[in-house]
């Protein structure tokens, strides 16, 4: 009998509907560069709805999937509202810890 798969990316954007998946997630991209930082921050906005988190966020649909994709430019107001809307937030911490 063969084996049941699923295809990855629906994988991914289930699991990443887990708020504490996700930041660990994003924390792990953040380590890598912006452009893959804004390209996280996208998958998780789709995992969780995209037009949600963009009402919730209060931007508009097409504004969020601009400002995530890999030559978005988002303000720390846009940042902050789509990572509230997701349930996170940002924290700086020390850099020698």
């Known amino acids: 009998m063969?084996?049941?798969?699923?295809?990855?990316r629906e994988?991914?954007?289930?699991?990443?509907?887990?708020?504490?998946i996700a930041a660990a997630f994003l924390n792990a991209?953040?380590?890598?560069?912006?452009?893959?930082?804004?390209s996280a921050l996208g998958k998780v906005a789709q995992a969780n709805r995209m037009?949600?988190?963009?009402?919730?966020s209060g931007l508009q649909r097409e504004t969020l999937y601009r400002s995530l994709?890999?030559?978005?430019?988002?303000?720390?107001?846009?940042l902050t509202g789509v990572l509230a809307a997701?349930?996170?937030?940002?924290?700086?911490v020390s850099a020698k810890e």
Not at 29 to 38: M, T, W
Not at 51 to 56: H, I, P, R, T
Not at 87 to 92: A, C, P, W
């Open 29 to 38: 991209s953040l380590q890598e560069a912006p452009e893959v930082f804004l």
């Open 69 to 78: 994709s890999e030559k978005g430019n988002p303000t720390l107001d846009t």
């Open 2 to 8: 063969p084996k049941r798969t699923r295809p990855y």
């Open 86 to 92: 997701l349930d996170l937030k940002f924290e700086i």
């Open 51 to 56: 037009s949600k988190v963009a009402k919730e």
């Open 11 to 20: 994988w991914q954007l289930e699991k990443l509907t887990d708020p504490e």
